[in-house]
């Protein structure tokens, strides 16, 4: 049973739009991350919050942005899609790191 | 800088046969080690992860992985491979308990009927 839930799963929108990918998590934790995964790929951090009020970058340069106003919720947003931000964006979250992170089922976004 | 490294980007072997996944490290200090699995469209599972416990560490669906301190290896191990082993599987590594988890490549394991 997942306690870390992201939507949309799948995702399809022109080129220009604004979108918000969202996640949120039932576990109290206070860290979460992003990242971004192109198919086959490896995992590339580009966003993560060690609480509210609190957001860094990641290792990855990304055009999005995100936010933390609530422990449970750290959604990601794309202000103009492009073609180039195709890809598979997973939210993941995580009490202390010798735990291990939860990550959610992701959200596959193509931009067309 | 610390990296881990993780050998092979695709391992196939036959339905039955071992399974096994190489994953080594670049730092002497024992660190926090983990193996996911990721299957199609899907995010990441936790498979097993080493505590310091005990260095042979036992996870979920018969995989098993073993912390060698000498060689900075996590090497994850199943003695007999099933078609649903088909996946993703990515080691990661944490070396302070306020760092972030650093992710290998990845290897895909194909199995063969």
């Known amino acids: 049973e997942a306690d870390i839930y992201q939507t949309p799963r799948y995702l399809v929108i022109g080129t220009g739009k604004k979108i918000t990918l969202e996640c949120s998590q039932t576990m109290g934790h206070d860290k979460m991350y992003w990242y971004q995964q192109d198919p086959g790929m490896e995992l590339h951090l580009i966003h993560y919050?060690?609480?509210?009020?609190?957001?860094e970058k990641g290792d990855l340069s990304s055009e999005s942005t995100v936010s933390r106003i609530r422990t449970e919720h750290f959604p990601l947003t794309l202000e103009s899609a492009r073609p180039s931000h195709t890809s598979q964006y997973l939210c993941a979250s995580s009490a202390r790191v010798q735990y291990g992170y939860t990550f959610g089922s992701g959200t596959r976004l193509t931009v067309v | 800088a610390q990296s881990v490294t993780q050998l092979g980007s695709h391992v196939s072997v036959s339905e039955g046969a071992l399974v096994l996944l190489r994953c080594n490290y670049s730092?002497?200090?024992?660190?926090?080690l983990f193996w996911y699995v990721q299957y199609p469209n899907q995010g990441l599972q936790l498979l097993l992860k080493y505590t310091s416990a005990a260095t042979l560490v036992k996870g979920i669906n018969g995989f098993e992985a073993e912390f060698k301190k000498s060689e900075t290896s996590f090497h994850l191990t199943k003695p007999s491979a099933h078609m649903s082993d088909a996946a993703e599987y990515f080691c990661?590594?944490?070396?302070?308990?306020?760092?972030?988890?650093?992710f290998g490549t990845g290897t895909r394991l194909a199995v063969r009927p």
């Open positions: 919050s060690y609480g509210v009020n609190s957001t």
């Open positions: 990661a590594v944490s070396w302070s308990s306020g760092d972030k988890l650093t």
């Open positions: 730092s002497s200090v024992p660190p926090y």
